[in-house]
């Protein structure tokens, strides 16, 4: 039986010394790219806590906005209480989706929310 020769392969022991290092090297580097990818998080960084699931409802239409929310909204990233769906819905367009919240997210934006729910009614 003939074999082929392996042209690509080194024919020095330094040279296959070389080529076992790089593949290591290799594999290390995948190993630190998937533990470095972004991935969803399971933990809130604000509050510290684990996050839980929950099916909340996909709200289409122009959403309103409170004055102050968008910067105040970091304090709650996880406050989710709806999805925004967009403009247009179709019959099929799904009602609910399933998301990731924080309960002490949830407090803070229905306080912040409460407050500001004051303020209108005193300028008012």
């Known amino acids: 039986m003939n074999s082929k020769k392996l042209s690509f392969l080194p024919k020095t022991k330094v040279g296959i010394g070389f080529v076992c290092a790089l593949v290591a090297l290799t594999g ?7 533990v470095r990818w ?7 960084k604000v509050h ?7 099916w909340v409802p996909v709200i289409y239409g122009e959403p309103g906005y409170v004055p102050g929310y968008h910067q105040a909204s970091k ?3 996880n406050g989710d209480t709806k ?3 967009g403009c247009v819905s179709t019959p099929d367009s ?6 990731s919240f924080c309960k ?3 407090k ?7 407050a500001r729910a004051a303020v209108y009614l005193r300028e008012i």
Not at 38 to 44: A, F, G, I, L, N
Not at 48 to 53: I, M, P
């Open 104 to 106: 002490a997210c949830r």
């Open 28 to 34: 290390l580097m995948l190993v630190f790219i998937a």
């Open 75 to 77: 304090d709650f990233p």
């Open 83 to 85: 999805v925004e769906g």
């Open 38 to 44: 972004p991935r969803p998080s399971s933990y809130c």
């Open 48 to 54: 510290g806590v684990g996050l839980k699931s929950d």
């Open 94 to 99: 799904p009602k609910t989706q399933l998301i």
């Open 108 to 114: 803070a934006k229905a306080k912040w929310l409460k």
